[in-house]
């Protein structure tokens, strides 16, 4: 349904039955090349090359994300088992705070990361901008909110 959604931003409703027809979710859509459009059945070149722009944005913005960050899930998921099997190994409740620390740090970035891509793509689907010039302007963003809530945070002290 998002992806069917997001085809319509493009303003080529007609062809959001296409993507729901071929089953295309998230995963599918990242894994999308230009060859598989003709075959959902979106038949005009000056259609298919609109989807592809915003289909390519979108995945290089991924992409991006992921070489930046790696697996976000995963680093997590590896830092709770590291957490385990220290306490496992009785070690002193000072390093296990250390370390809970440590993981609610990786959350907050985590987090930061996820509302990094989240803003990113809405830039290139509302804006229609480049992948790297929505990434730059996300990131702006996102400082702008963190230091408004920041001086409130002062004000309220």
Known sequence: KDVADFVSTTGLKQYAGAFEGNNIDGKRFMKLNSNQLPQMGIQQFDHMKRIWKKIKAIQEICKKYEHEMGDPEAQLNLHAARIQSLARGKISRQRVEEIKKERKEKER????????KEEALNLVVNEGLAADEAMEEAALKIQQRARGMQDRRRVQE
């Open 109 to 116: 970035a985590v987090l930061h990361d996820q509302q990094l």
